[in-house]
């Protein structure tokens, strides 16, 4: 596993989206790579792979509706289209005319969604750890997600409930600041996971694939992910017998070495 010394964590800007402002951040210059955060997740997901890209490529990171910096109220809805039509619409913002898409884990649903919804943006795709075209085990163990989705909105149910799901994020391995508003949204996200959606969008996606993963995920099962690149087109296939669930931190030298090839041969 290679890791950079340091990671590097800018301050994010703002832009003023179709459906409302946004945070995002902007480094390097050359072919644009744009990332995708998981659930829950920001632009800070990607700061150890930032670090190791080489500064011939652009990196744009954005905060997705409910996150970061991001307000909730910017987004179209929790579903994996709608997520997408919000990052294909930045992509128009944001005067990118080309790009390689980057989503980890539950953020490849939403990137690849963005490939099939805006083609003519974006060359190719890259999914880090991401989900498949099943139910994954970290999504089984979410037993009751729709229940505890519509709790989160409810005045007498919100607070005991957020309360529940912050520990359980935190005993899962998620960063203790992730807010009560980001765990709320979080919900909502899983609970209008639609595999069938997903799998729809594997199969209409045409661009070079990148995917990675570590064998050792404990979030994501090696036969959901083999069995999705398996299905994806042609592109780079990289594995690793550990690195668990953030390979874009544990394995950030070589993945970055691997996207700035796949950028620059666009």
Not at 33 to 58: C, E, I, Q, T
Not at 60 to 67: K, T
Request: proline share 8%.
């Amino acid at each position: 596993m290679t890791t950079p010394v340091a990671p590097s964590d800018p301050p994010r800007r703002q832009a003023k989206g179709t459906t409302g402002p946004f945070a995002y951040t902007d480094e390097g210059e050359g072919p644009v790579l744009l990332a995708v955060h998981g659930l829950p997740g920001s632009v800070r997901d990607y700061r150890w792979l930032a670090a190791a890209l080489s500064r011939s490529v652009r990196l744009v990171r954005l905060d997705l509706p409910g996150f970061g910096e991001t307000p909730l109220a910017t987004g179209p809805g929790p579903g994996i289209d709608a997520r997408g039509a919000f990052v294909a619409a930045a992509l128009e913002t944001l005067g990118i005319e080309r790009c390689v898409l980057v989503g980890h884990s539950m953020g490849g649903a939403v990137a690849l969604s963005a490939a099939v919804q805006a083609p003519a943006r974006v060359a190719a795709l890259a999914l880090l750890a991401s989900i498949g075209l099943r139910p994954h085990v970290m999504f089984r163990r979410l037993v009751g997600r729709g229940v505890l989705a519509r709790a989160v909105d409810l005045p007498l149910l919100r607070t005991p409930t957020l309360a529940l799901l912050k520990v359980a994020f935190r005993a899962t391995g998620f960063p203790p600041q992730t807010t009560p508003a980001e765990v709320a949204h979080t919900m909502r996200c899983v609970a209008a996971v639609d595999f069938e959606v997903q799998r729809r969008n594997t199969s209409r996606l045409t661009l070079p694939t990148l995917t990675a993963w570590a064998e050792d995920d404990p979030f994501i099962e090696k036969s959901v992910l083999e069995e999705h690149a398996a299905l994806l087109p042609a592109g780079p296939r990289l594995s690793w017998r550990e690195g668990g669930h953030n390979v874009q931190k544990s394995q950030a030298v070589e993945i970055a070495a691997a996207l700035v090839t796949l950028a620059n041969a666009q």
